[in-house]
Nanobody
């Protein structure tokens, strides 16, 4: 069974940075495309970024605006989301997800989420 565990969330001031990590177990990490999503209070979950199996193909949501960077280390079964210039609007629970194809929706496996809170 594929399991995903996120970490790295926390409380930071606006303009600060956070690096989220997601470790995958129970499957062959290099065969999965990985995505990051977020869900703010009273809002629907939205796509943030996705990376292909080799790391060469990457998608971002428009609101990222060059502030976030997704990356992966297949040797460590880990995907990262580096978030810079954080804004209060980035406050949300951030989830990582896995799927065998690189898409922006309909992922098969999900983590439990990590809370990111940005103070103004």
């Amino acid at each position: 069974q594929v399991q995903l565990v996120e970490s790295g969330g926390g409380l930071v001031q606006a303009g600060g940075s956070l690096r989220l990590s997601c470790v995958v177990s129970g499957g062959t990490f290099s065969t999965y495309a990985m995505g990051w999503f977020r869900q703010a209070p009273e809002k629907e979950r939205e796509f943030v970024a996705a990376i292909g199996r080799s790391g060469r193909n990457i998608y971002y949501a428009d609101f990222v605006k060059g502030r976030f960077t997704i990356s992966r280390d297949n040797a460590k079964n880990t995907v990262y989301l580096q978030m810079n210039s954080l804004e209060p609007e980035d406050t949300a629970v951030y989830y990582c997800a896995a799927k065998t194809v690189l898409v922006r929706t309909d992922y098969d496996y999900w983590g439990q989420g990590t809370q990111v809170t940005i103070s103004s």
